[in-house]
């Protein structure tokens, strides 16, 4: 059973330009997270999705973020015309039904130029 | 609001030591409690999860307790190796993680 997937493991973008970040969970697993950490702090929560579906998105910037996890394919984590601040390491977890242990992915490092 | 507090932040310890890290979070309406291992520029390994219900967890030479009405968790780690430097990570539950600043822990052969 492979774990949590995500690519590319390393993003370099200029400013401006869009980020795509995938995620594809551990098999038999229905929920994926978004997690940031910015360089030298903790890690903050972003979005809580299930399939097809957005449950919590209190943790997006409320604008160029956008998080979808379609009934085919990996969750994408967009970011819009990515600005310095956005340079971070972003982690997928995936967990089963339940409230049960989250299961993190090697993350990816974005660098906006 | 949740927050999330582990004490120390950082921890240099000789080869052989037993230690314990703390962990403390303000709202005890807690699901379960994980704790993690992070490795420099990489990503988080799950070490052991408790549930809101459970008092303790033990694996290996780890063994995390919970007091959820005090708001407090402990990971000991028992006969630490050089191998067991990283930073580790408290993390508290609703549907979220709510992640606290992590100890950094170095352990000198």
């Known amino acids: 059973n492979a774990g949590v997937m995500q690519n590319p493991r390393h993003l370099v973008r200029r400013r401006g330009q869009e980020a795509r970040l995938r995620c594809s969970p551990m098999?038999?697993?229905?929920?994926v997270y978004w997690y940031r950490q910015l360089p030298e702090e903790g890690l903050k929560f972003m979005v809580y999705l299930q399939k097809e579906n957005i449950i919590d998105e209190s943790g997006m910037p409320k604008e160029r973020f956008s998080a979808e996890f379609p009934k085919e394919g990996p969750s994408i984590l967009r970011i819009q015309q990515v600005v310095r601040g956005d340079s971070a390491a972003y982690f997928c977890?995936?967990?089963?039904?339940?409230?049960?242990?989250?299961?993190f992915g090697p993350g990816t490092r974005l660098t906006v130029l | 609001k949740q927050e999330v507090t582990q004490i120390p932040a950082a921890l240099s310890v000789p080869e052989g030591e037993n230690l314990v890290l703390n962990c403390s979070f303000t709202?005890?309406?807690?699901?379960?409690l994980q704790w993690f291992r992070q490795d420099p520029g990489k990503g988080l390994t799950s070490l052991l999860l408790?549930?809101?219900?459970?008092r303790e967890q033990t694996s290996g030479r780890l063994n995390a307790s919970l007091d959820k009405s005090s708001g407090r968790s402990t990971l000991y780690i028992a006969a630490s190796q050089p191998g067991d430097s990283a930073t580790y990570l408290c993390?508290?539950?609703?549907?979220?993680?709510?992640f606290g600043e992590g100890t950094q822990l170095t352990v000198n052969p």
């Open positions: 098999k038999g697993h229905s929920h």
């Open positions: 408790i549930q809101s219900s459970q």
């Open positions: 709202d005890s309406a807690i699901y379960n």
């Open positions: 977890a995936s967990s089963p039904p339940g409230l049960r242990a989250q299961y």
């Open positions: 993390a508290v539950s609703g549907s979220r993680l709510t």
